[in-house]
């Protein structure tokens, strides 16, 4: 049964309603405003617990929110009952105090914790949402959302694009099975991820594609710092079913002073890309 002890704890109230009429004078509530909060709060209470049901998958975080609304919803019972029946309250103030305190502290410790969950469950999936699955890499929506939104250049020394593609790639799959082109696709990104400087970002851009953004870089920079990624991965050997695989790529770069638009700078970075594979692969081309 999905809501069990949510439904004993309602069914408990309602026999120690039945029993308190058999045993004490039965009078209507004469202040009409306390009832109603007093049954608001009742209420409230059976309605975080039956809310919070979902939550059984986090038992720490359940058991404390119903415990907590659990022991509320007895301090309101209990003054609630007051309201109906003539009898001596002394004996049950202190209970009625101990049980609202100690469920409001239990709900504040189950608040808190679910929200730490919450902003926990928040952060993994825009991680995942930014994230290419396979190489761990920045995907394509993120790196366009971080260049839009953080970088500044400087326009003494200019931004750079450089698209990189791993040369022959569909041979590799062709000839050692996907598992090793992904294989090749993961160590790549890991490699060229460790080249990364702290202003540059770098994302899988597609297939076997990868896209760096340099910040603050000269065009000679550029070229120097494509070069020495192009030379990095040939000396690569990634190993595949006991077999030494070697790739080459190819560089196509787009070098400015200032933005004259992403979709049009990465457009250049892929024509220059273009060039270098029509020159013979394993070499670096800058987009004139």
Same mark, same amino acid.
């Given at each position: 049964?999905?809501?069990?002890?949510?439904?004993?704890?309602?069914?408990?109230?309602?026999?120690?309603f039945?029993y308190?009429?058999?045993?004490? #004078?039965?009078?209507?509530?004469e202040?009409l405003i %306390?009832f109603i $909060?007093?049954i608001a709060m009742? !209420?409230?209470c +059976?309605?975080?617990m039956y809310?919070?049901?979902p939550?059984?998958?986090?038992?720490?975080?359940y058991?404390?929110?119903?415990f907590?609304?659990?022991?509320?919803?007895m301090?309101?019972f209990?003054?609630l009952?007051e309201?109906f029946?003539?009898?001596?309250?002394v004996r049950n103030s202190n209970l009625d105090?101990?049980?609202?305190t100690?469920?409001?502290?239990l709900?504040?410790?189950?608040?808190?914790r679910?929200?730490?969950l919450?902003l926990?469950l928040?952060s993994?999936?825009?991680?995942?949402a930014?994230t290419?699955q396979?190489t761990?890499?920045?995907?394509?929506r993120?790196?366009i959302?971080?260049? #839009?939104?953080t970088?500044?250049?400087?326009?003494s %020394?200019g931004? $750079?694009?450089?698209?990189l593609? !791993?040369d022959? +790639?569909k041979?590799?799959?062709?000839?050692y099975?996907?598992?090793?082109g992904d294989?090749?696709?993961t160590s790549?990104?890991k490699?060229?991820?460790?080249?990364?400087r702290?202003?540059?970002?770098?994302?899988r851009?597609?297939?076997?594609e990868f896209?760096f953004?340099?910040?603050?870089?000269?065009?000679?920079?550029?070229?120097?710092?494509?070069?020495s990624?192009?030379q990095?991965i040939?000396?690569?050997?990634?190993?595949?079913n006991?077999?030494?695989?070697?790739?080459?790529?190819s560089i196509g770069?787009?070098?400015a002073f200032?933005?004259?638009?992403l979709?049009?700078?990465i457009d250049?970075?892929?024509?220059a890309l273009?060039?270098?594979k029509?020159n013979?692969?394993n070499c670096?081309?800058?987009?004139?």
């Amino acid at each position: 049964m999905e809501y069990k002890t949510q439904h004993t704890i309602i069914l408990l109230y309602v026999l120690a309603f039945i029993y308190k009429v058999t045993i004490y #004078t039965f009078t209507w509530p004469e202040d009409l405003i %306390e009832f109603i $909060a007093e049954i608001a709060m009742l !209420i409230a209470c +059976f309605a975080v617990m039956y809310y919070i049901n979902p939550l059984k998958v986090f038992p720490k975080i359940y058991w404390l929110m119903l415990f907590g609304s659990a022991f509320y919803s007895m301090s309101a019972f209990m003054d609630l009952t007051e309201e109906f029946f003539v009898e001596s309250t002394v004996r049950n103030s202190n209970l009625d105090d101990f049980l609202k305190t100690s469920g409001f502290i239990l709900l504040s410790l189950g608040i808190h914790r679910w929200m730490n969950l919450h902003l926990q469950l928040i952060s993994e999936l825009k991680r995942k949402a930014e994230t290419d699955q396979l190489t761990g890499l920045l995907n394509r929506r993120a790196f366009i959302q971080r260049i #839009t939104g953080t970088f500044k250049p400087k326009e003494s %020394e200019g931004r $750079a694009f450089l698209l990189l593609d !791993i040369d022959h +790639f569909k041979a590799i799959n062709d000839n050692y099975g996907h598992a090793c082109g992904d294989q090749v696709l993961t160590s790549a990104a890991k490699s060229l991820k460790a080249k990364v400087r702290k202003d540059d970002i770098l994302a899988r851009w597609g297939g076997e594609e990868f896209l760096f953004f340099l910040a603050n870089v000269t065009k000679d920079e550029a070229i120097a710092i494509a070069n020495s990624l192009r030379q990095h991965i040939a000396q690569l050997t990634f190993q595949c079913n006991n077999e030494a695989i070697q790739c080459t790529t190819s560089i196509g770069i787009y070098h400015a002073f200032s933005s004259s638009g992403l979709e049009k700078e990465i457009d250049s970075a892929d024509q220059a890309l273009y060039q270098a594979k029509s020159n013979g692969r394993n070499c670096v081309v800058l987009y004139e």
